[in-house]
C-alpha cells in the first residue's frame, strides 16, 4: 500500500513537472510580439508583387529583418519578417528595393537571395551582392546551385570561390558533403571548381579537406592527385 501510495505521488511530481514545462513555454510564446494588421496587410502585398505599397512600407522607417509572430498560421504563431516572405516568394524585384532601405542582412538571407539571383540569371545583381553585400553560398540542399552555368556567372561577378563559412568549409568541400548530384554530374561541377581555381588542401574546423570528406568512390579517386 505505501509503495503504490509512493508511486502515485511520484506520478502525479512527474505530471506537474510537465505541466509547468507547458504552461512556461506556452508563457514564452506569449510573451512575443504579435505581427499587427499593417504588417499581415503588406504581406499580402509582398504575395501580389505590390511595389509600390512595399516602397512606402520601407520608406515609413519600418525593417524589413524585424521579425513578429503570425498567430493566425497555427496555434503557437510562427516567427516571420518582411525579407523572409520575399525570399519564401522569391520576389526578386522586392529584394532588390529592400536592399536600399536594408544593411545589416545575416548571411543566410544573403546567401538565399544570391541563389534567387542565380535561379534569374540576374548577372548584374549577382556581381552587387557578391562585391557590394559580400554574399556567399550556403547548399543547404538546394542543388539548383551546383550548375555549371550559375558557377560561370558567379565566376564573371569575381566570386570568391576560396571563401570558408563558420565551419571552415569551402564551396567544394560543401558540395561534396551534401550534394546529392549523380556521381556524373558532382564529377564535371568538382572539375570545373578545380579549374576555376579552388584549393584542394583547405581544412575545415575538423581538419579535413575536400578528400578527406569525400564519399563518393570516383570522386575521392579523382581528387587524390590534388591533396
Known sequence: ???????????????????????LVLFLFSCKD?????????????????????????????????????????KFGSSTSLI??????????????????????DNYSKSEILRIALNEKDKVFVYKLVNKYNAHIYINGHNEFLKIEKLKILKEANYNFNYTDPFGNTLLIDIIQHSKLEEKKLLKIVKYLIEVGVKTNIKNNNGKTA?????????????????
Open 1 to 23: 500500500k505505501i509503495t503504490g501510495n509512493f508511486m502515485k505521488l511520484k506520478h502525479l511530481k512527474t505530471l506537474l513537472s510537465r505541466s509547468s514545462q507547458f504552461l
Open 34 to 74: 504579435s505581427c499587427d494588421e499593417k504588417f499581415l496587410k503588406i504581406i499580402d502585398h509582398v504575395r501580389n508583387n505590390n511595389y509600390d505599397e512595399v516602397k512606402k512600407y520601407m520608406e515609413s522607417g519600418k525593417s524589413a529583418t524585424e521579425s513578429c509572430y503570425d498567430y493566425k498560421g497555427g
Open 84 to 105: 523572409n516572405k520575399c525570399i519564401q516568394f522569391e520576389k526578386l524585384d522586392l529584394l532588390k528595393l529592400i536592399l536600399n532601405y536594408e544593411n545589416n542582412l
Open 211 to 227: 578528400y578527406d570528406v569525400a564519399v563518393n568512390k570516383n570522386v575521392k579517386e579523382f581528387l587524390k592527385d590534388y591533396r
